[in-house]
């Protein structure tokens, strides 16, 4: 409702007039945008029906018109005017966006169909009317907005999970492999040590090589017991080798490998952590140390290397071991 002009009495918007006549100082103005049709009875001079075929303002009764059609008339082309050029951003479609390009494939054409916006309001049947359908359309206009937006958010979120997946996945496949190698070349070369050193050949040095063997012909006359003590003797000689050896007391040979367990026990440290990483992203911590701990089991064979990983695991990623050492 709105208030008459002349009487200020209060009447619904469909019971108002206005003026037409040229030079008639109530006449429409109609100088000033008006948003809503709410506005517009407040910005122009309106009559009730007394006033205007009855009243002050009788003599201009053939120059009155219907105040409500005109209002939604007027404020439906100033609104609906922004609400197209919104609307026209969103025809274009371009295939480079992932939503537009979906767009694309289910319409089957890189634009959409105008929408007659300003038709469309102006056929409201009230200003209440007007405001809903109003409402629908900036709700339209904030959704596709919305999903265009974030839809690109969320396959460029996606997009970087799963790069960063494959990258994990990746890299410990990559160090795995190259642990795995390093671990084989260090295994032969202990063999080959340990083979060598039975055998009496220094490792490294070419003239205690032939001193040993002369040593070795010399004392073949020689008992068993000789023999044995001869071979001790030249197993004992410093030699520049990477294993440490030594001799128990029933005449048998022991090789430890020196710096190989713990330059070993690093690398696995690092596989396995970066593993257990991995495997978190996809399971629960429980599930991801069961599978540690059986990739341990079948890798690693050495009880003590195993109990310092092990130890390591539990320390870092506060955890218990969910194996039992054999």
């Known amino acids: 409702m709105s208030a008459c002009s002349a009487c200020f009495i209060y009447a619904p918007h469909s019971q108002l007039f206005v003026c037409v006549k040229e030079n008639c100082g109530y006449a429409l103005q109609q100088t000033v945008p008006v948003l809503s049709p709410s506005l517009f009875y407040r910005r122009e001079k309106v009559f009730c029906g007394s006033c205007a075929f009855r009243g002050v303002h009788s003599p201009h009764k053939k120059y009155m018109k219907p105040a409500e059609p005109i209002a939604l008339k007027t404020a439906s082309g100033e609104v609906g005017t922004k609400i197209e050029i919104s609307l026209e951003k969103f025809a274009e479609m371009s295939a480079e966006t992932p939503v537009d390009y979906f ?5 089957g054409s890189k634009t959409l169909p105008k929408i007659p916006v300003i038709d469309y309001l102006s056929a409201s049947g009230s200003v209440y009317e007007w405001h809903s359908r109003l409402s629908m359309l900036n709700e339209t206009v904030r959704t596709l907005n919305d999903c265009r937006v974030q839809g690109s958010s969320y396959v460029k979120e996606q997009a970087d999970k799963l790069l960063t997946a494959y990258s994990d996945v990746s890299q410990a496949v990559s160090e795995d492999i190259k642990f795995k190698e390093s671990e084989d070349s260090n295994i032969r070369n202990s063999r080959q040590t340990e083979h060598r050193i039975r055998m009496g050949i ?10 040993s063997l002369s040593s070795i012909s010399s004392s073949s006359g020689k ?8 071979t001790n003797t030249v197993l004992q000689v410093p030699v520049k080798t990477d294993s440490e050896t030594t001799v128990n007391g029933d005449g048998e040979i022991t090789t430890k490998p020196t710096n190989f367990i713990d330059e070993t026990v690093r690398q696995t440290n690092i596989v396995m952590s970066r593993r257990f990483d ?7 911590v429980a599930e991801a140390a069961l599978q540690i701990a059986d990739r341990l089991d079948s890798r690693i064979k050495c009880i003590n290397h195993k109990k310092e990983v ?6 870092t990623y506060s955890i218990t071991w969910p194996r039992q050492l054999n």
């Open 103 to 107: 767009m694309i494939s289910m319409n």
């Open 202 to 211: 220094p490792c490294n040095q070419k003239d205690d090589e032939n001193a």
């Open 223 to 230: 008992s068993s017991i000789s023999s044995v003590s001869s």
């Open 278 to 284: 991995v495997l978190r992203r996809f399971s629960t």
């Open 310 to 315: 092990i130890s390591y695991m539990e320390k």
